[in-house]
């Protein structure tokens, strides 16, 4: 009898063990055609879809590294370079007449940081993070504390914060290496509270408890908005990508899991489990969805995460057969529903090696 069980937890090993090696060669074949299409597609200049598309171009370069790719890579490094050409006298890193400042230097940071592991980029990240902390909304844009605007990051200094420019912004201080309750991380977290629709005392705004459902919306600034619309009651609707964002944001900064705005939040989640749609906006922003998605989940789950009937997912095994579906032949992929650049194949395939990344059995 003894025998018997040995076997069939042996048997059980063995073939949970084949699982895990057909994921990661998939994964990596995935990673491999995708890879070589962005080789193809980068401009002489080191940068992808346009010299001035500095985020596209960071994202790419993160997503290569995020595939195994050396720093030292000949694409790698071109990229690289065009990302260290666009430093400014200020710190920032984007295009010169650019108006998406915020936005572009987060993501230059984080290519730069991914590749840092030398400390060639020292001098780089250190300018850029002063930057973005210049770029906050904070006292020094002479607002106070209960504004809606306070804390957040938006696309540049004349244009108002919302969650996406936010979580970024989070993201990059961290891979900075700003620690959890350094005073910038401390005033993103207000914002990203403020962000939630859920009435606490972290967010006392007047649509806070319209919805009351935990999720994200857009922005808090001002009197709100959410790109999922609003409720009959005019409260703003929870979405899919800015809530994974949201949640990912809190944890970055400190938020603990017993949290009441992190339970909720993962409440939503659970309530709104889906890879096929970004919640409560059908295909539109898919893919950024899916690369918050999968950051996310890498920080509040293990291999499985149960839903709110109960069923349990293992949602990178999921998310690699999803995005392996949807691969087209010549290793990128795109969104029909191109809404906020989703129709480019370079910023999509870049989104999807990033979920790939977190899908990799190696990850927890």
Request: one cysteine or more; a negative charge; aromatic letters at 8%.
């Amino acid at each position: 009898m003894n025998r018997i069980n040995l076997r069939s937890v042996s048997l059980f090993a063995a073939l949970s063990l084949t699982a895990v090696q057909l994921q990661a060669q998939s994964v990596e074949e995935m990673q491999k055609t995708a890879v070589q299409f962005l080789e193809v597609t980068q401009a002489a200049d080191g940068s992808w879809t346009s010299p001035d598309a500095v985020g596209i171009t960071s994202l790419v370069t993160t997503s290569l590294l995020m595939s195994g790719e050396s720093a030292d890579n000949a694409v790698v490094k071109k990229g690289l370079d065009s990302i260290v050409a666009s430093q400014q006298l200020t710190g920032g890193i984007h295009a010169t007449a650019s108006r998406f400042q915020n936005y572009e230097t987060c993501i230059a940071l984080l290519a730069l940081a991914e590749a840092n592991k030398d400390g060639r980029y020292d001098t780089v990240i250190k300018k850029a993070e002063l930057f973005l902390r210049g770029l906050q909304w904070d006292e020094g844009e002479g607002i106070e504390t209960t504004d809606g605007r306070f804390g957040g990051g938006g696309y540049d200094s004349k244009q108002r914060p919302d969650m996406s420019n936010t979580q970024f912004l989070v993201e990059a201080l961290k891979k900075a290496g700003v620690a959890e309750d350094d005073p910038a991380m401390q005033k993103a977290l207000v914002f990203v509270s403020r962000a939630q629709n859920l009435e606490s005392k972290h967010n006392t705004l007047p649509f806070a408890g319209k919805v009351n459902d935990g999720g994200f919306i857009y922005t808090p600034a001002g009197d709100g908005e959410s790109k999922a619309g609003v409720t009959e009651n005019g409260g703003h609707k929870s979405y899919g990508s800015i809530t994974y964002a949201g949640l990912k944001s809190m944890i970055y900064a400190g938020v603990g899991k017993d949290d009441q705005r992190v339970k909720a939040a993962t409440d939503w989640i659970r309530q709104h489990y889906t890879l096929d749609e970004n919640p409560n906006m059908g295909q539109q922003g898919m893919f950024y969805y899916f690369q918050t998605f999968a950051k996310t989940m890498a920080v509040v789950s293990g291999d499985e995460f149960e839903d709110a009937s109960g069923k349990k997912h293992a949602w990178k095994t999921e998310l690699t057969q999803k995005l392996a579906s949807l691969q087209q032949k010549n290793g990128s992929w795109t969104n029909p529903a191109d809404r906020w650049y989703e129709g480019d194949p370079n910023l999509v395939t870049a989104y999807c090696l990033i979920a790939l990344h977190y899908c990799q059995a190696s990850e927890n």
